[in-house]
């Protein structure tokens, strides 16, 4: 465990890793966004209130939805400590990420689909933020064999988990999920026509059921029928994302124009 930039490298100054990893990975998503911002021809200054409102919902939500996690009120940090100390969930950061943009969509009174221009930047910030969990919490559960991240005494102590036996690298997992679909999105999705603001929506369904997959090797606690409580979360919001994708899919919004069409076809970019 790295808990600060000099535990991995001496020279490095004693910044919290985990921060400094978050950092990096949204200053590159800032740059994929402004890649994308700009081949898509979006030049409306309103653009950087709908970006604020995703940061400020992700801050917050990040918190709050470890806020209320055990059923006896006062097992829980007050609601400044909370904001304050608490951790940090990316499923709720996600949540109120999309809360934010559209709060301030109706502020700004800004009309048009903005999932095209996030997607990648997202996936490439997750990808990179995953870097800093891996190097700092717990990795994973037993992987049952020689193989995996074994940990020591000592470090073992520190994030709840077994010593000297292998456990699985379930932060590794996110890491090659996240880089594959940040490909997927930069190299393809994006430029195939599909509905305005969908990328975002593929993208979410696909780490929704990869996350709730790779919460069984993730040692988070067992809340119910033995189910993690992310996994709950999923289990509702899964279902809501994959009608919405068939929902879509039956109107035609994911299919190629006819050859013949699609000289007379405006490009999808312009409608980002």
Known sequence: MFPT???LVPWLPPLDTHSAFVALGLAAAGVVFLVEKRRR??????????????????ALFSRLGTWAQHLDPSRNLSLIDQLAYGNASMLSALVGA???????????RYPLRTGDLFAPAVALALAIGRIGCLLTEKPGTPTGSGWGIVLDPAAAARVGSPAGVGLHPSFVYEIVFHAAAFVVLWFWLRHRPIAAGETLTLFIAAYGIFRFLVEFVRGNEVAWMGLTRPQLFLAVTIPLLLARI????????????????????????QHA
Request: glycine share 8%.
């Open 5 to 7: 930039l000099q535990d």
């Open 41 to 58: 021809g979006v030049s409306d200054p309103r653009i950087a209130y709908i970006v604020l409102g995703a940061l400020v919902g992700a």
């Open 98 to 108: 999309w809360l934010g943009v559209h709060v301030a969509k109706r502020i700004v």
């Open 246 to 269: 068939v929902w879509m899919a039956r109107r035609g919004d994911f299919r190629l124009p006819a050859p013949d069409q699609q000289e007379r076809t405006v490009p999808h970019d």
